[in-house]
């Protein structure tokens, strides 16, 4: 039996990495899937891959086209916000506008999209929200991610919330924090860097077990965290970095 099936699951940051991996693990666990993506390339690629997809470019720092998207839904399982983005700099070094990005991108969108499809939710009977979240946040730090870390902090303290808020409502909403990963935006990271070579070792050393996640591992965690098999799991925090904050 496929852990999804027929269940409407909608993924953001669908067009590559561990949104990507992501819309395809659902698929194959017959879910119906509807992902979205502020750009159409990622998007045009899982589409012709798959015939039943149903794919939006929504940016989904814009609220009045999130409650669009959700709000012309009829129905609505399960939701995975992926969206995100990683900024560099300490206290000092960060800037105002790359604070606000963060915030606008990391916890923001998620707030507006998790506050419709939880209406949503209720309506269909209950549903899981699976967020994006980090080891870089309230469980541990890392140098030079001021801004991604106290944004990653805010979506677990979010997430929780939620939970409790609406697990009368069979609603669940569940965080998963990786380490590093490999995707392709790590990898335009490292290739950018002066020497790729010394980045990647270092980036891969920071797992005791020797290398990064791999987007299929974290996706068949959120296809856990979709699926009825975890039921009693809601407010949970679940690591995935290799050894990384032992």
């Known amino acids: 039996m496929q852990r999804l099936h027929n269940k409407t699951c909608l993924v953001t940051g669908a067009g590559a990495g561990i949104g990507y991996a992501t819309v395809e693990a659902f698929i194959a666990e017959g ?16 589409a012709s891959r798959h015939s039943g997809l149903k794919t939006h470019v929504v940016d989904v720092t814009d609220a009045g086209a999130v409650k669009a998207l959700i709000g012309g839904l009829d129905r609505l399982d399960v939701l995975f916000n ?32 998790c506050r419709h499809a939880v209406a949503l939710m209720i309506k269909s009977g209950g549903g899981s929200i699976v967020n994006m979240g ?23 303290g979010l997430s929780k919330s939620i939970a409790l808020d609406y697990a009368a409502e069979n609603v669940r ?16 990271r490292i290739e950018a860097m002066d020497d790729p070579v010394a980045a990647r070792r ?6 005791p077990i020797g290398r990064m996640a791999f987007t299929g591992e974290i996706a068949e965690m959120a296809v856990y965290l979709a699926s009825d098999l975890s039921g009693c799991v809601t407010g949970s925090t679940m690591i995935m970095d290799g050894g990384a904050k032992l």
């Not at 960060?94 to 991108?105: A, G, H, I, S, V």
């Not at 980090?134 to 677990?156: C, E, N, Q, T």
């Not at 270092?202 to 797992?207: C, D, K, L, T």
């Open 31 to 46: 879910a119906n899937v509807i992902a979205i993506d502020r750009t159409p390339v990622g998007l045009a690629d899982l």
């Open 82 to 113: 992926c969206a995100g983005m990683v900024t560099t700099g300490d206290l000092l070094t960060c800037t105002p506008e790359d604070w606000t990005r963060t915030f606008d991108l990391n916890v923001t969108a998620i707030f507006h999209m």
């Open 134 to 156: 980090s080891v870089i946040s309230s469980i541990g730090a890392a140098p030079d991610r001021l801004a991604y870390g106290a944004s990653k902090a805010a979506v677990i």
């Open 173 to 188: 909403c569940n965080v998963i924090c990786p380490s590093a990963v490999e995707t392709p935006s790590m990898a335009a």
């Open 202 to 207: 270092a980036f891969e050393s920071r797992q």
